[in-house]
């Protein structure tokens, strides 16, 4: 209504400009009249304009209200009656360590019976969790077997590696470490450690498709306990860690790991897991793993075989 006065007005006054007494004095009556009717058509032009852009104005308010209720004056989280029950303000992301963990089961059993007896079993445990800070990954796995009745396969392995991330950046340092025990070696356990610097060769926002490769180097040793062969040995530590999602459901991966003795010139053990697994069903995360483990060590102690290798085939869980 304030737009529609003021225009009026300004309409008013142009055309009282037109038969003002000194436009009177100056024109006969003649001259004034048609200045007078030249006045009142401009003034009903006017009108006309302001009728036609108050309805625009009155329906783009009509057309807002509608698209958008008046509710942007409602107080935000906190800003109410403390007694008030509506919504609360979202926590922000834990930083436990004990949340965001990604966990998986193995099992697989394999066995024949008839001229010849065999019976394998393992089951595998893994846990990985990522941060913008850290990348931890923990295992465990447990093998056993026997051929015609008689035992020939005790082993368990715990591992654990925690990378610390730079942001921006390629590099990453970390510490992993493992324990070992096997039945049938010339040791009863083994403990390693070490620490060292990653770089990520290929990182997924590089490929077309997701695609990772992560070179790491470090120092560290080895420490057998029991049997024959119970020794300290210094270590170098160089790795490679591909992982390839093939497509939706599928994952191919390869980890090796060389361990060069610093005491020992030409002694160096050598370790490589590789995998391919396939989901079977994506609303229970149930998966297919068909995997390989190849154990080298050249110098195993007497008795004992140089190179250790583990065909499997396992039904996994994720949760």
């Known amino acids: 209504m304030r737009l529609r006065t003021i225009i009026g007005s300004a309409a008013i006054a142009l055309s009282l400009m037109y038969i003002s007494p000194h436009a009177l004095g100056a024109d006969t009556a003649d001259t004034a009249l048609d200045r007078l009717d ?4 401009r003034l009903a032009e006017a009108r006309a304009a302001l009728e036609a852009a108050q309805q625009e104005f009155d329906a783009a308010v009509a057309e807002r ?4 209720p008046a509710t942007d004056a409602a107080p935000q989280n906190g800003a109410g009656d403390a007694g008030d029950s509506g919504a609360t303000t979202p ?3 834990s930083k436990s360590f004990w949340r965001g963990w990604d966990s998986s089961v193995e099992l697989g059993i394999t066995g024949s019976d008839g001229n010849s007896e065999a019976f394998n079993f393992r089951t595998a445990i893994d846990a990985e969790r990522l941060t913008e800070q850290m990348e931890t990954k923990l295992g465990l796995s447990y093998r056993y077997g026997t051929q015609n009745g008689v035992q020939n396969t005790n082993r368990l392995d715990i591992h654990g590696r925690n990378d610390w991330l730079f942001p921006a950046s390629r590099w990453r340092s970390f510490v992993q470490g493992a324990y070992e025990y096997d039945e049938f070696q010339n040791w009863d356990s083994r403990i390693s450690g070490f620490a060292g610097l990653g770089y990520e060769l290929i990182r997924p926002e590089d490929q077309a498709r997701d695609m990772s490769l992560l070179a790491r180097a470090g ?3 080895s420490q057998t306990i029991g049997g024959s062969n119970e020794m300290f040995r210094p270590e170098a530590l160089l790795a490679l860690d591909y992982n390839w999602n093939i497509k939706e459901g599928q994952r191919f991966y390869v980890t090796t790991e060389l361990f060069p003795s610093l005491g020992e010139a030409g002694d160096f053990r050598w370790n490589t897991n590789m ?3 396939i989901v079977l069903d994506a609303e229970s995360n149930l998966y297919l793993k ?3 483990e190849d154990r080298y060590d050249s110098n195993p102690g007497a008795s ?4 250790d290798i583990d065909y499997y085939v396992t039904l996994g869980w994720k949760f």
């Open 38 to 41: 030249t006045a009142r058509t």
């Open 65 to 68: 209200e509608r698209v958008q």
């Open 91 to 93: 926590e922000p992301p």
């Open 219 to 221: 120092l560290g040793g």
């Open 275 to 277: 995998g391919y697994e």
């Open 290 to 292: 068909l995997g390989i």
């Open 304 to 307: 004992a075989k140089r190179n």
